[in-house]
């Protein structure tokens, strides 16, 4: 597994880069010193995991995983425990205090998942099994997309609907939908984006649309529902159909 260590401390990245030479499963591939050199060494070098430093000169470690459209495994690193409760809020594997103690990061590497030699990661399109991490206002998560029911268009803003939380994120709908699996994801109208997995039943409706039921409740208890508007429709059919 490709690992990639992020910390303004030359010495801290160093000393972890030595204690993860014993574990063979994981590979250090590069190192980062802040948030912008991050960034560009993710796209570049695609890890499958970050050691990640919270507090950094300019932006921190959380801004920087809401910067990304595709969030590798994270194991939060750091000299402060003040993180810690958050961290665990957006499902990171691990939050590590330095100096780091040798099993303690031994525990977080044995919560990687397991991965197959053929399970190559691709950013160019985001996958039902793959994390995206949403902040809105101080609350953060990390999501799983085969989790995500519904991506409602607000302006230039999307309303991320999971479970039930509905953060508001800054993107656009159009956009948003270049990054998605087509086959997982469906573009019902104007309004919103349907994640296909959530589909319970689909009814026909008014001037040749169709009107899609969720397994999702609203708050009355009733199934949500998503109009598919005539233009989509016949789309629609025939990708759901043998």
Known sequence: MKALIIDDERLARKELATLLAGHGGVEVVGEAANADEAETAILTLRPDLLFL???????????????????????????????????????????????????????????????????????????????????DGEKCWFVTLKDVRLFESEGNYVRVRFEDHKPLVLRSLNNLEKKLDPHAFFRANRKFIVNLRWVERIEPWFNGGLMVKLKSKDRNGEPEQVEVSRRQASRFKELLSL
């Open 53 to 135: 430093d919270v507090n950094m000169p300019g932006r921190n470690g959380f801004d920087l995983l809401e910067a990304l459209d595709h969030v590798p495994h994270v194991i939060f690193v750091t000299a402060y425990d003040e993180h810690a409760l958050k961290a665990f809020q957006v499902n990171a594997l691990d939050y590590l205090m330095k100096p780091i103690d040798p099993d303690r990061l031994a525990g977080a590497i044995d919560k990687l998942p397991q991965r197959s030699a053929t399970d190559t990661p691709t950013r160019d399109m985001l996958r039902t099994e793959d994390q995206i991490f949403l902040k």
